[in-house]
């Protein structure tokens, strides 16, 4: 199995609760960073770099500066952004667009990139944003699952206390019996709603037969969009350590550290950026074959990890069986791209609101938009009646929905750039 260093051993054993993505999750890591592709392998090793970078994910930083030696890369890259090549420098831009608001990315930021002296390919171009959108939402997964304070590097000490996921005993359970990752949804004031209460939600909204006009779904929509622009992150009140702060080891791989998530919606705002709509440009119908026409055969190997996540379920929840849990994993999904702008037409987004609780969407918002942001006591108060593996389940939604969200516009934008 292609690893990338032994200390990556931690992210496979959280991930390894849930075998049938693994193997996906896997193949397409492997393939992006080890096998023929158009980028030099140590561009690749340094493009995770800079994605884990503009997310404070030190984890991620430290393993892939090992990963980027063993390829014969350049010590002195590892100094900082200006001792790189002008060519590899270019990216930063596009790098951080994508990780924080993809919506503002345009074709003229592809069209600067392969102009001029040290022009990129499509290719090229194609293969470091499958890199970015890997490792910025990758980043989201290490921290929604407390996987960052485990490794200290310097002393190659773990430490143990801090780790929210990788409790021994927890991995030490058998795998059969995990779940999908599922939720209880709560009334405002945010008490949870039990696991049964979820259920009988979830069966009611399977039996219903009304037909929402469009104008109505397009205003549920948009109503969802505007509470998800007026939730909080998590945390951001609470933490008093200074975690607006790029650690210097971190800032090095960062140009602008200020520029950061904005809501796409919010009130009042000017100039809100147009809806993405799916049926305009969507994955399976677009961004599928354009991927793999300049970037050989990348489409399938994600094409393949996504619908692993997304159609994962082991038909329990919080020890039930038979359970139907397709409608609380599409509106986790469906969610979470919506906090992107990104809108499926054909879905009623009034079930989110019925499924999600105000405490689990905080949760998708942070580990989306402030992945750093997360503390073990947020990841503590979510989906309290779920089993570990449940938990692990919805953090891979979190990783596959926001990366599918980040390749769609990216994609767009090539393709205006083509034609």
Same mark, same amino acid.
């Given at each position: 199995?292609?690893?990338?260093?032994?200390?990556? /051993?931690? +992210?496979?054993?959280?991930?390894?609760?849930?075998?049938?993505?693994?193997?996906?999750?896997?193949? =397409?890591?492997?393939?992006?960073?080890?096998?023929?592709?158009?980028?030099?392998?140590?561009?690749?090793?340094?493009?995770?770099?800079?994605?884990?970078?503009?997310? *404070?994910?030190?984890?991620?930083?430290?393993?892939?500066?090992?990963?980027?030696?063993?390829?014969?890369? /350049?010590?002195?890259?590892?100094?900082?952004?200006?001792?790189?090549?002008?060519?590899?420098?270019?990216?930063?831009?596009?790098? %951080?667009?994508?990780?924080?608001?993809?919506? &503002?990315?345009?074709?003229?930021? $592809?069209?600067?990139?392969?102009?001029?002296?040290?022009?990129?390919?499509?290719?090229?171009?194609?293969?470091?944003? +499958?890199? &970015?959108?890997?490792?910025?939402?990758?980043?989201?997964?290490?921290?929604?699952?407390?996987?960052?304070?485990?490794?200290?590097?310097?002393?190659? %000490? $773990?430490?143990?206390?801090? $780790?929210?996921?990788?409790? *021994?005993?927890?991995?030490?359970?058998?795998?059969?019996?995990?779940? &999908?990752?599922?939720?209880?949804?709560?009334?405002?004031?945010? =008490?949870? @709603?039990?696991?049964?209460?979820?259920?009988?939600?979830?069966?009611?909204?399977?039996?219903?037969?009304?037909?929402? =006009?469009?104008?109505?779904?397009?205003?549920?929509?948009?109503?969802?969009?505007?509470?998800?622009?007026?939730?909080?992150?998590?945390?951001?009140?609470?933490?008093?350590?200074?975690?607006?702060?790029?650690?210097?080891?971190?800032?090095?791989? @960062?140009?602008?550290?200020?520029?950061?998530?904005?809501?796409?919606?919010?009130?009042?705002?000017?100039?809100?950026?147009?809806?993405?709509?799916?049926?305009?440009?969507?994955?399976?119908?677009?961004?599928?074959?354009? +991927?793999?026409?300049?970037?050989?055969? @990348?489409?399938?190997?994600?094409?393949?990890?996504?619908?692993?996540?997304?159609?994962?379920?082991?038909?329990?929840?919080?020890?039930?069986?038979?359970?139907?849990?397709? %409608?609380?994993?599409?509106?986790?999904?469906?969610?979470?791209?919506?906090?992107?702008?990104?809108?499926?037409?054909?879905?009623?987004?009034?079930? @989110?609101?019925?499924?999600? /609780?105000?405490?689990? *969407?905080?949760?998708?918002? =942070?580990?989306?938009?402030?992945?750093?942001?997360?503390? *073990?006591?947020?990841?503590?108060?979510?989906?309290?009646?779920?089993?570990?593996?449940?938990?692990?389940?919805?953090?891979?939604?979190?990783?596959?929905?926001?990366?599918?969200?980040?390749?769609?516009?990216?994609?767009?934008?090539?393709?205006?750039?083509?034609?």
């Amino acid at each position: 199995m292609p690893m990338d260093g032994a200390e990556l /051993d931690h +992210v496979t054993k959280v991930i390894a609760h849930h075998p049938r993505y693994l193997e996906h999750y896997f193949n =397409t890591q492997n393939f992006v960073m080890h096998c023929d592709g158009p980028l030099p392998f140590e561009y690749r090793s340094y493009i995770a770099i800079m994605a884990a970078a503009r997310h *404070k994910c030190t984890y991620l930083v430290n393993l892939y500066e090992k990963e980027f030696l063993l390829q014969g890369g /350049d010590r002195n890259w590892l100094k900082g952004l200006e001792y790189i090549p002008a060519k590899l420098r270019a990216i930063s831009d596009i790098n %951080k667009i994508l990780a924080h608001r993809p919506w &503002l990315l345009s074709k003229e930021h $592809i069209e600067r990139l392969t102009k001029g002296q040290n022009s990129w390919s499509l290719a090229e171009v194609v293969h470091a944003i +499958v890199l &970015l959108a890997h490792f910025h939402s990758l980043s989201s997964f290490v921290f929604s699952c407390g996987l960052t304070q485990e490794l200290d590097t310097s002393s190659q %000490k $773990i430490e143990n206390n801090n $780790i929210v996921v990788l409790q *021994k005993t927890e991995l030490e359970q058998p795998i059969g019996q995990e779940a &999908l990752g599922q939720l209880q949804p709560s009334p405002p004031q945010g =008490t949870e @709603v039990t696991v049964d209460a979820l259920m009988q939600r979830m069966k009611k909204l399977s039996e219903k037969s009304t037909e929402c =006009t469009e104008m109505e779904l397009s205003n549920r929509f948009k109503h969802v969009e505007m509470q998800a622009a007026e939730l909080p992150a998590a945390s951001s009140v609470l933490r008093v350590d200074g975690q607006g702060e790029v650690p210097q080891q971190i800032g090095r791989f @960062v140009d602008d550290p200020n520029f950061t998530y904005q809501d796409f919606a919010r009130r009042g705002a000017e100039n809100i950026p147009q809806t993405f709509r799916i049926q305009d440009y969507s994955w399976d119908d677009h961004g599928y074959s354009l +991927v793999n026409r300049l970037y050989n055969d @990348v489409g399938f190997y994600l094409d393949e990890k996504f619908r692993a996540a997304y159609n994962l379920t082991y038909y329990t929840i919080a020890g039930r069986t038979n359970v139907d849990t397709s %409608k609380f994993r599409r509106a986790i999904w469906n969610y979470i791209q919506c906090i992107y702008g990104i809108r499926h037409d054909d879905y009623d987004y009034g079930e @989110v609101n019925q499924l999600l /609780d105000r405490s689990l *969407k905080m949760f998708i918002k =942070t580990a989306c938009c402030f992945p750093e942001r997360i503390t *073990k006591p947020d990841y503590d108060s979510v989906l309290v009646e779920l089993q570990h593996s449940e938990k692990v389940h919805v953090n891979l939604m979190i990783l596959e929905a926001r990366n599918q969200a980040e390749l769609l516009y990216a994609l767009r934008e090539i393709m205006r750039y083509m034609t």
